[in-house]
């Protein structure tokens, strides 16, 4: 289910004085584009789990983790997707599913997402206003792959920090792909099938790592 993308995972861009006297960001003029190549930064720091991992790496990774953790808005990010079909869930699934979808997140998107900034040439684009988001681009170059395209953050401000919402690939929204990945099968195989593709995709990568 996860895309196997920087985010598959797993996000910021304008006149930031605009900005400023709604949302009360700091005195930096790129609060936005600074988050972004901080959160950037962090992936970069994640070790990929190829099941060879010292005692030290896993302990490392777990630390990164922890701080990836505080960039991404994840009750938006797990409450969205499943929010066209939120009222067939009962209150225990609805937490069940948002619990093993955060865990999917940062289990395929962290690691992911930290190969392929490694790999990739960034330029970082002016932060735009998107009504109450900050929009930060990248213009992402593979040179392996010789593939050229833009990834977006999208952050809100949450609790005090930007954190990011969604990531846009050449526009196209993550979040509403996973919300239509998940309606898709809600509708097929309803509630039960959905929990075991969850329950399948997260043995799958516990059984990768060992």
């Not at 962090?42 to 630390?63: C, Q, R």
């Not at 009750?75 to 979808?101: M, N, Q, W």
């Amino acid at each position: 289910m996860m895309r196997h993308c920087p985010a598959a995972a797993i996000a910021a861009a304008f006149t930031i004085s605009l900005l400023l006297p709604s949302l009360g960001f700091a005195a930096s003029t790129s609060p936005g584009r600074e988050r972004a190549e901080t959160l950037v930064a962090t992936f970069k720091k994640v070790k990929k789990d190829d099941g060879k991992l010292t005692e030290a790496d896993k302990a490392a990774n777990a630390k990164v983790f922890a701080e990836l953790d505080t960039f991404l808005d994840f009750e938006t990010l797990v409450s969205k997707p499943i929010a066209p079909r939120a009222d067939k869930l009962k209150p225990e699934e609805l937490a069940g599913f948002k619990a093993k979808f955060r865990e999917l997140i940062r289990l395929v998107a962290y690691p992911n997402s930290g190969a392929f900034f490694r790999e990739a040439t960034l330029s970082f684009q002016p932060e735009q206003a998107r009504g109450e988001l900050l929009a930060v681009a990248m213009k992402v170059r593979l040179p392996a792959e010789d593939l050229d395209t833009v990834v977006e953050f999208l952050f809100a401000k949450v609790g005090g920090a930007l954190k990011v919402q969604d990531v846009l690939f050449e526009g196209d929204s993550l979040v509403k792909d996973y919300q239509n990945q998940i309606t898709k099968v809600i509708d097929k195989s309803g509630i039960a099938g959905l929990m075991k593709i969850l329950d399948d995709r997260l043995a799958d990568l516990s059984k990768a790592k060992k």
